[in-house]
């Protein structure tokens, strides 16, 4: 079972930064994609950036190119997403998830492109 464990949420205000971490248990970390999903109340769960298992190739969700930075380190077994110039609009509860393959791909924005998934970290941006 791999469990997967998100931290550095908080509560900042428009156009600062968080970096949000997730750390993965078990050995095979560098084998799998892994992505950044969040969820607005109210709303679906929404695609935000996925990277793959080596982290030479990452891909973004069309609104958050640019101000949201995905990364990893395979030797701490943790991915990260750094957020710049926060809106009020990225306010959700923040998921990170274990792809079932190595490689992104258009795909890596399905949510049934992962099969564990973390319990998730609040991120509250304040206007």
């Known amino acids: 079972q791999v469990q997967l464990v998100e931290s550095g949420g908080g509560l900042v205000q428009a156009g600062d930064s968080l970096r949000l971490s997730c750390v993965a248990s078990?050995?095979?970390?560098?084998?799998?994609?892994m992505g950044w999903f969040r969820q607005a109340p109210g709303k679906e769960r929404e695609f935000v950036a996925a990277i793959n298992g080596f982290g030479t190739s990452t891909r973004y969700a069309e609104s958050m190119k640019g101000p949201f930075t995905i990364s990893r380190d395979n030797a701490k077994n943790t991915v990260y997403l750094q957020m710049n110039s926060l809106k009020p609009e990225d306010t959700a509860v923040y998921y990170c998830?274990?792809?079932?393959?190595?490689?992104?791909?258009?795909?890596?924005?399905?949510?049934?492109?992962?099969?564990?998934w973390g319990q998730g970290t609040q991120v509250t941006v304040s206007s």
């Open positions: 998830a274990r792809g079932r393959r190595e490689f992104t791909s258009p795909n890596s924005k399905a949510p049934e492109e992962y099969d564990y």
């Open positions: 078990g050995r095979t970390f560098s084998s799998y994609a």
